[in-house]
């Protein structure tokens, strides 16, 4: 069973840039990136695939890079231009398949603890 581990989460202001990063144990096909804020539900982020195709959720575009260093098992999300309702519990997850239409919580099948995300204004 692989294992993730996410790391990198903290407090900033609006405005300001975070870097997560989650150390799988050993290779995975699909990574992804969730959150669920406060009284929200589960939210695609960001996820890539094997071969290095991503997709964003629309509320992230162009703020949120997803990249995967495969040699080394981890997958990062670089956040900037951060924003209040970006708070959240940050998820870091693995899988077989990426729909590049719309990220699917189905798709991905192994989950990591969490890192928790939080924007001041």
């Known amino acids: 069973q692989v294992q993730l581990v996410e790391s990198g989460g903290g407090s900033v202001q609006a405005g300001g840039s975070l870097k997560l990063s989650c150390r799988a144990s050993r290779y995975t096909y699909s990574m992804g990136w969730f959150r669920q804020g406060p009284g929200k539900e589960r939210e695609g982020v960001a996820a890539v695939t094997r071969d290095g195709r991503t997709i964003y959720a629309d509320s992230v575009k162009d703020r949120f890079t997803v990249s995967k260093d495969t040699p080394k098992n981890i997958l990062y999300l670089q956040m900037t231009n951060l924003k209040p309702e970006d708070t959240a519990m940050y998820y870091c997850?693995?899988?077989?398949?990426?729909?590049?239409?719309?990220?699917?919580?189905?798709?991905?099948?192994?989950w990591g603890q969490g890192t928790q995300v939080t924007v001041s204004s």
């Open positions: 997850a693995a899988g077989s398949r990426v729909d590049l239409r719309q990220i699917y919580a189905a798709d991905f099948g192994i």
